[in-house]
């Protein structure tokens, strides 16, 4: 699983899993670099997971960052930059859309991410599903493949 580093999502919690049942690689707001795409790619490769979901939440602060940027054009300092820089694409594409723009942003993001792993070929064994988590209501939602 590739979550958000929020604590509101823990990924045990979130699909009742115990400690050891599921492999979570964490980035806030999902970016990806190559130690996340290294640590996916090594939990295919060397423990035999086939299953790579993608999970996105409600009132996510890195989408809420990436838009901020995206809306004023002020730079983001230090190594936050590097975060607001992978999810400004999905904060552009949604900018106009009706609706909560985070949360707008939070569901292309995670297309985003979905798509770019599936046209990775280290990750060409893996089924690759985008997801949804509700902070209130604590349902997770899987996106249309």
Request: glycine share 8%; hydrophobic share 45%; aromatic share 4%.
């Amino acid at each position: 699983m590739i979550g958000c580093i929020d604590s509101r999502v823990p990924p045990e919690l979130v699909f009742d899993q115990g400690l050891g049942d599921l492999i979570g690689v964490r980035s806030a707001g999902q970016a990806l670099d190559e130690a996340v795409l290294g640590s996916v790619q090594f939990a295919l490769e060397e423990l035999h997971v086939r299953l790579i979901v993608v999970l996105g939440h409600e009132r996510c602060g890195a989408a809420a960052a990436a838009i901020e940027h995206v809306r004023t054009g002020h730079p983001v300092e230090g190594h936050i930059e590097r975060v607001v820089e992978e999810l400004a694409p999905a904060a552009r594409a949604t900018r106009h859309l009706p609706g909560d723009w985070v949360e707008n942003t939070v569901r292309a993001n995670v297309d985003r991410v979905t798509r770019r792993l599936a046209r990775d070929a280290a990750f060409a064994d893996a089924r690759i599903v985008g997801a949804r988590f509700d902070l209130d209501t604590g349902m997770v939602a899987f996106h249309p493949a």
